[in-house]
């Protein structure tokens, strides 16, 4: 974003902003990076980078204000995507696809323009354009984690359980939440009829919770046990569970819980039900 028109002292100002940005010291390089465009009144990248220390503050309309000022001297993609950020994270999502859209118009492969696009599709229920350009990211970055995982919320919704398996295969090394990966993973086996698979991605999804250990050996008691035996005492567990989940907001554990002993039981559209609610929880 820095030209070879930038003065050499403008410059100098611009890099001791960027070490004062960051060590934390955001007061001083705000100070410096003005400074630098007292030098050079038309440095685009200082302007671009004081918005984006008062996004980083949470001051969204200065932040706004910066970028705009920086787009009157050259409308450069990676302004163009930081002013739609600012826009969506306001919800105001048609301003921000014009944003996108325009940064992508100047930059076709800039990866974060054609991620935002799709995240802006994908709001609005809009799956099949929201494809077209996550794809266009996993063309430039095939293990990009949010373009991996919000497709294969898309293809899972579509029932293509092999194309969302193969977004879960790219990240389920790099996802934090693993007890999701897996339980996705497990839905996904499920529905493809390999039920040996869905135990056990399912069960994995428990090992990565600690306090769920102790339902974690009840339900592998029932896998090898008769099941029949144990039916009472499974039943009693999902009654307990619906009449807390009744009464209160439920937790991500109160989900995973209560869709796992669905599973064992048989009951496969309840936990189908309560994997949607997952996912909407965790959208909000």
Known sequence: MITSSVPREAVMIYNSALEQSNKGDLDA?????RRAISVH???VAAYNNIGEIYARRGESEKAISS????????KHYRVLLNLGVEHFNRNNYAQALEYFTESLSR???FIEGNYYAGL????????????KYFLKVLEADTMHLKANYLLSHIYYERKEYRKALECL???KDTAEDKSFINRYYGFCCFYLGRYDDAVKHLTA???CRP???GLKKYLKKLTYENKMKEIGNLEEAIRELEHDIAIREPGVIDLTKLSMLYIFKGEYNKAENLIQSYKKKLAS
């Open 120 to 131: 802006v599709y994908y709001n609005q229920d809009s799956h099949k354009k929201a494809e």
């Open 211 to 213: 306090e769920y250990a």
């Open 107 to 109: 930059e076709p492969l």
């Open 29 to 33: 390089a705000l100070k410096e990076y």
């Open 205 to 207: 999804a428990l090992e």
């Open 67 to 74: 970028y705009l000022e920086a787009l009157k001297i050259n």
């Open 169 to 171: 295969d790219r990240i």
């Open 41 to 43: 009144p038309e440095f």
